[in-house]
């Protein structure tokens, strides 16, 4: 299993940026997937999450109206749409994959990408 | 409750036991998972459902849950075990996964 993100970078606030996450080694449109993120010395903060057929989108309060998740499973790669962003969304965005079932662990992670709000 | 309760940090010397808590948002009716973090590197799951331990990680890691608190036991803790460690559940109330604080682990 592999999961590779890209898309990170400075933006100021009010921008958007799409970050992706290509993933291997698996039967990506089985599984769910979920974004999470670390800001800089701070711990873990679940993001959004999708099923595994993409019908199923749920996200954190901090996030909800602002951040679109999304997937392509012929292309086997995860997306999150950030608009509006602000400076708090300032992290280190993870992609990993669940399990079958939304209570499922995360048991794969990528390395993360940085994203950078700042004017 | 948006984050689950862990002790800030947990010191101890090698070969000891560690052990660290996670309570809240009614853990108990839930499944727990532990996973460990170093600097610089992505989290790793170290037990799942609440006392499942992946393949790979030594059996000196290990889980259980009483009422609503869950604990991750470090045996005979060694110095690579020095890492942050967080908790986490799905709650299926609000259809929202929620992370533990996170606690230091700091071996003497």
């Known amino acids: 299993v592999h999961l590779v993100e890209s898309g990170g970078g400075l933006v100021q606030p009010g921008e958007s940026l799409r970050v992706s996450c290509v993933a291997s080694g698996f039967s990506f449109s089985s599984y769910v997937m979920s974004w999470v993120r670390q800001a800089p010395g701070k711990g873990l903060e679940w993001v959004s999450v999708i099923s595994g057929h993409g019908r199923g989108t749920y996200y954190g309060d901090s996030v909800k109206g602002r951040f679109t998740i999304s997937r392509d499973n012929s292309k086997n790669t995860l997306y999150l749409q950030m608009d509006s962003l602000r400076a708090e969304d300032t992290a280190v965005y993870f992609c990993t994959k669940g399990g079958t079932s939304f209570r499922d662990e995360s048991d794969y992670w990528g390395q993360g990408t940085l994203v950078t709000v700042s004017s | 409750s948006d984050v689950l309760d862990q002790p800030l940090s947990v010191s101890v010397a090698p070969g000891e036991t560690a052990r660290i808590t996670c309570g809240g948002n009614?853990?108990?009716?839930?499944?727990v998972h532990w996973y460990q973090q170093k600097p610089g590197q992505a989290p790793v799951v170290v037990i799942y459902?609440?006392?499942d331990r992946p393949s790979g990680i030594p059996e000196r890691f290990s889980g259980s849950k009483s009422g609503d608190t869950a604990t991750l036991t470090i045996s005979r803790v060694e110095a690579g075990d020095e890492a942050d460690y967080y908790c986490q559940v799905w709650d299926s109330n609000s259809d929202r996964y929620v992370f533990g604080s996170g606690t230091k682990v700091t071996v003497l």
């Open positions: 009614n853990i108990g009716t839930k499944s």
């Open positions: 459902y609440d006392r």
